[in-house]
Each structure stands twice: as C-alpha cells, then as structure tokens.
C-alpha cells in the first residue's frame, strides 16, 4: 500500500474526476492497496471539486456488502475501525473536515462501520502514515508549483500507484518523469488492475 495520490489540474473533466475518486477513494470501503489517499487539485477549480466530491460522498449507501445497494461495507475490524476513527479526530483538531458521512442504522450497528469522509489539509505533509479505510485526504496546489508538489509525492517513498487527470499530455508525462511509480493511470481510477493479466508493483516503500 501506501500514501497513494492523484493530481488533477484545471482542464480535467469534473464529472469524470468525481467519479473515479469515488471509486478510488471509497470501493472496498477504501481498503485496497492501491485506493486513492492524498487527492491534489489546482487552487482554481478547487471549489467546484470539493463541492462535488461531497454531494457524491453523501449518495453514498453504507451496508451488508451482500445487499447489491451497498456502496460502502465495514472495514475489516475493530482495530481497524478505531485506528481510522482516530486518525479523524486527530485532523478534525488540525485540519478542515470538509465531509463527513452517517454509519448504518442500529439494524447493522454490529458492523465496524466507518463512514467516507473528505478532510483538506492545509499542507501534504500533513498526512504522515497510510489510513488504510474510506477517508480522502485533499490539497490545492497552484499550477506553478506542480514540481514541488511532485517533490511531496516522492518525499513520502512510497510508490504503489498515482492518478493523473488531465487533458494536456505534457503534464501526464512530466508525472511519469519525475515519479518512481508501479502504475500511473491517467485519466481514470487507482484501483482495479486484472491481477495475472496487467502488469501491478510499487517501488520504495511499497516494493520489496
């Protein structure tokens, strides 16, 4: 796993962005390895996305994962569950909590359920370890300092999989440059690669 991001600058598309940090960020209630944890937007479209992040978030179904309804299950345990809570209320002390999601009624409340939430950080490096659960962490970045933050993704050392949203080429292969990255997928979601049948690995922290 790992501190897993992804950069959308100001010509990507919203609704397709929305759509896939939904699934990047919340599928399998955020517990895959390659989900999606430090979101970067540019500063001048920053608004629109974080409104429509959060109106998706709230169409959001927490429940049985049998039931096909569900959109979000619980996470794995209660260890888990606590550790992630935690994590919450530490950037709820320090940071903006942009969305925060309701867990199922008392008929499922034997599940260690937590909720999506959205939290913007006021820097990268505010976010420090891997929140393995459905908690989307949020950064705007000016189109200048691209480089730089570039330079926080790398500063992490981890290196499991990044998302690009963009419709100049350019910016896509300068991620790709810069960055030692198992996979980068441009233009879609983090999660999802066919195991045995697309290539899938990490460097730095994330490998071996």
């Known amino acids: 796993g790992g501190i897993n991001a992804m950069l959308v600058d100001a010509t990507a598309l919203p609704e397709q962005v929305c759509d896939d940090v939904m699934m990047s960020a919340f599928r399998s209630a955020g517990q895959r390895c390659s989900a999606l944890r430090l979101l970067y937007v540019q500063d001048d479209v920053a608004d629109k996305h974080l409104e429509m992040l959060s109106g998706a978030a709230a169409e959001l179904s927490l429940g049985d994962p049998i039931d096909p309804a569900t959109d979000i299950g619980p996470v794995i345990d209660a260890t888990a569950r606590d550790r992630l809570l935690a994590h919450v209320e530490d950037m709820r002390a320090s940071q903006k909590l942009v969305y925060a999601g309701r867990?199922?009624?008392?008929?499922?409340?034997?599940?260690?359920?937590?909720?999506?939430?959205?939290?913007?950080?006021?820097?990268?490096?505010?976010?420090?370890?891997?929140?393995?659960?459905?908690?989307?962490?949020?950064?705007?970045?000016?189109?200048?300092?691209?480089?730089?933050?570039?330079?926080?993704?790398?500063?992490?050392?981890?290196?499991?999989?990044?998302?690009?949203?963009?419709?100049?080429?350019?910016?896509?292969?300068?991620?790709?440059?810069?960055?030692?990255?198992?996979?980068?997928?441009?233009?879609?979601?983090?999660?999802?690669?066919?195991?045995?049948?697309?290539?899938?690995?990490?460097?730095?922290?994330s490998g071996t």
């Open 103 to 205: 867990t199922p009624d008392s008929g499922l409340a034997g599940g260690t359920w937590v909720a999506p939430h959205i939290i913007e950080l006021d820097r990268p490096d505010a976010l420090t370890k891997e929140t393995f659960g459905p908690i989307l962490h949020v950064v705007r970045y000016k189109a200048a300092d691209l480089p730089k933050m570039l330079e926080t993704i790398a500063a992490t050392g981890y290196g499991l999989t990044l998302g690009v949203h963009s419709r100049i080429d350019a910016m896509a292969a300068q991620v790709v440059d810069r960055l030692s990255v198992g996979n980068v997928y441009v233009n879609r979601n983090t999660i999802g690669a066919v195991v045995g049948t697309q290539p899938f690995g990490g460097s730095g922290l």
